[in-house]
């Protein structure tokens, strides 16, 4: 969906643990994505935005990935525009774009 590779990091328990590029240059976070005993995936955790050039572009690319738009982009004022979408594994995530 957001057109980018995600490094398989195994951890010495033998679980999966996938981070995102990062650069040392660049501003933002790094992050990944893992599993862990006791945690479930699906809604009412912490809602996490992906900043985007344009966030109509990734909401293009979730269903036919196998997610589900929630909310379509839309304005939020000066601030930009938001989608929010479901990933396959029922987890919602928010897209953000200033244009």
Same mark, same amino acid.
């Given at each position: 969906?957001?057109?980018? @590779?995600?490094?398989? &990091?195994?951890?010495?328990? =033998? #679980?999966?643990?996938?981070? +995102?590029?990062?650069? *040392?240059?660049?501003?933002?976070?790094?992050?990944?994505?893992? @599993?862990?005993?006791? &945690?479930?995936?699906?809604? =009412? #955790?912490?809602?996490?935005? +992906?900043?985007?050039? *344009?966030?109509?572009?990734?909401?293009?690319?979730?269903?036919?990935?196998?997610?589900?738009?929630?909310?379509?982009?839309?304005?939020?004022?000066?601030?930009?525009?938001?989608?929010?979408?479901?990933?396959?594994?029922?987890?919602?995530?928010?897209?953000?774009?200033?244009?």
């Amino acid at each position: 969906m957001f057109a980018l @590779t995600l490094t398989n &990091m195994p951890t010495p328990e =033998g #679980g999966e643990y996938w981070t +995102f590029p990062m650069s *040392d240059t660049l501003m933002g976070a790094g992050g990944a994505l893992t @599993t862990m005993e006791g &945690m479930q995936p699906g809604p =009412g #955790g912490t809602l996490i935005y +992906f900043a985007c050039d *344009d966030c109509a572009v990734e909401q293009a690319r979730v269903e036919p990935a196998g997610g589900k738009v929630l909310q379509p982009k839309m304005a939020i004022g000066e601030y930009g525009f938001i989608a929010i979408c479901m990933d396959t594994e029922g987890n919602p995530i928010g897209l953000y774009s200033q244009g």
